[in-house]
C-alpha cells in the first residue's frame, strides 16, 4: 500500500522557513545557525559572495544534505527532507544553473519521463492530451515537439522551469537562473516566475549575484556571509549599496579610477581572419577588429557563439584559415618571444587548463614569465631565491589563498588560480591585455577588485580586448562594445549611452 506524503499535495504557493540550520563538513562549519523565512507567493533572493553558505543552504532545503543541526517547516508544519524525494512530495523543487534536460529528447517527451510515476508503456494520445491542458493554464510556451538540443538557451531554461511547474512544485529554488540568457531572455523567464508568485500559485527562492534583477523582480532578500544569515529584508527598502555591504561586512570595496579620455595608437588589429569553430562545422569570421592604447573594447556574446575561438586565434591555439592578426602594425603569431616582444599578455577561459602547468607549483605558474630573464636580459640558471621573493610579494597583493607557494597550482580554487594568473599577467610593462571572463568564479569583492586593476591598466595605456559573458560587466568596462553572435562581429556601440535592447537582440541573433 502506498503511503499519503505527510503534507497534502499543494495547490497553491507554499511557505518555507529553515530554523537554526547548521551544516559541517568535518571542521569546516559551512553553515551557522541560518533561520531565513520564505513567504508564501514571495519572490525571495538569496545573496552572498562565493563560500558564502548559499548553495550549502538549498541543498540542505532540497534534501541533497542532511544538516548537522537546525530544522525545516513547510507551511508551518516540521518536514523532515531525508532525500530529494521528500522534498518533491513536499511540493518543493530546484532549477540548477546548468541544464538537466535530454538534449535528444522532445520537450513532451523530457516532462512526462521527469514524472516519479511514469506507466512502463507510454499511451502517448493520452500524456499529449494531458500536456496540452497543462500548458493552457501556463503564462508562457515552449515548442513541445522540438528536440530540446534544437532549444535557445532562453527556452530550455524556460522549460526547466515548466517542469518543476508540471511535476506539481509549488516552491521552486533558482539557481542563477540567468547565467547563460540574453538580457531580453531573462527578463522575460523572471517576469514569468513574478507573474507565478504575484497570482499566489508559486513561491520562489533565488540565488543571484545580478543586482539588477534582484532590484527589477524581488519582493525579499536574505543575505548570508560566511555561513551566517547577516540580515535581509523588503527589497523596497534596501538600495544596492545596503545589500553589498552586509554581503562583504568592514571590508571596503574597491573602486575603480574615474576613466581618463584617451587617443591612442592601434595595438591590435584583426583583418578577414578566419577559423573553423570547435566542431569543425562553422567559420568563425572576424572581419574588422581593432583595438587601441588607453581603451577597452568589450566583446560581449551568449556563450557559444565563438568568442573561445577568437581567444584561440589570439593566443595562437587555433590556426587562420585566412586574414592576420597584426600587433603594433607587425605580423603577429603569438609566440612567447613576440609576445615579450610586444608586451603582449593574456587571460583565457579557463586558466587552470589553458594558462597553467597544473601539477607545478603556484611560485613556478606566477614565474613563468619571467624564470629566464633577469632585468630583460636572458639567465641561464633558476633563481630560487629571487622566485620566492618575488612570488611571496605577488601572492600577498592579489590575495591568492594557497597553503603554500610550493603546493601545485591545481590544489587551489577556481578563483585563487584566476589571481594567481592574473597576478602574473598584470604585471610589469603592459601594452596589450586580452582577457576572456576575467571575473569568473570570484566573489564580490575580489570582482570589484579585478575590476578596478583592468581600469587602471586601460588608465595606464594598455590596450584591453574583454571578452565576457557578463554584459554588467561589458558595460561597466568597456569604451566600445563589440556583440559576437554566429561566429562574427554583429554589431558596435560606443559604450556611452549603449541601448542594452540592442545590445541584447544583436546577442539573440536578431538583427
Known sequence: MKVPPPHPAPTKA??????GMTMRFGNFTA??????????????????????????????MMGFYKPTSGQMTVDGLEADIPDPRAAHELGLGMVYQHFTLVPSLTAAENLVISRADVPARID?????????SF???????????VPVGRLAAGEKQKLELLKQLYLGRRFLILDEPTS??????????????????????????MISHKFREVTAFADEVSVLRRGEHVGGGKISDLSTADMAAMMIGEKELVRPAARIAMNGQTMLSVSGAKSSDRSGLKEIDIDDLQVKSGEIVGIAGVSGNGQMELMEMLTGQRPLLAGEIRVKDTPFHASRTEARRFNVRYLPEEPLKNACAPKMTVAENIFFRDFDFKADKPQVWLDGRRMASETAKLVGEYKV??????????????????????ARELTGKVDLLIITNPCFGLDFSAVAEIRSRI???????????LISEDL????????????????????????????????????????
Open 180 to 205: 547563460v540568457l540574453t538580457p531580453a531572455e531573462a527578463d522575460e523567464l523572471l517576469g514569468m516566475v513574478r507573474g507565478l508568485t504575484t497570482s499566489g500559485e508559486l513561491t520562489c527562492l
Open 31 to 60: 553553515l551557522k545557525d541560518a533561520s531565513i523565512t520564505v513567504r508564501a507567493g514571495s519572490f525571495h533572493v538569496l545573496l552572498g559572495e562565493n563560500g558564502a553558505g548559499k548553495s550549502t543552504l538549498v541543498k540542505c
Open 401 to 422: 589563498k594557497t597553503a603554500s607557494l610550493s603546493s601545485p597550482i591545481a590544489s587551489l580554487s577556481g578563483g585563487n588560480v584566476q589571481r594567481a594568473v592574473l
Open 124 to 132: 502517448w494520445k493520452k500524456e499529449r492530451e494531458g500536456l496540452q
Open 472 to 511: 554588467d560587466e561589458i558595460l561597466e568596462l568597456s569604451d566600445r562594445i563589440l556583440v559576437m553572435s554566429e561566429g562574427h562581429i554583429a554589431y558596435e556601440t560606443p559604450a556611452a549611452g549603449a541601448d542594452i535592447g540592442e545590445i541584447g537582440k544583436h546577442m539573440a541573433g536578431h538583427h
Open 14 to 19: 507554499i511557505a518555507v522557513s529553515t530554523l
Open 135 to 145: 500548458m493552457t493554464r501556463m503564462p508562457f510556451q515552449v515548442p513541445l515537439d
Open 455 to 465: 581600469m587602471a591598466a586601460r588608465n595606464a595605456g594598455t590596450a584591453v580586448l
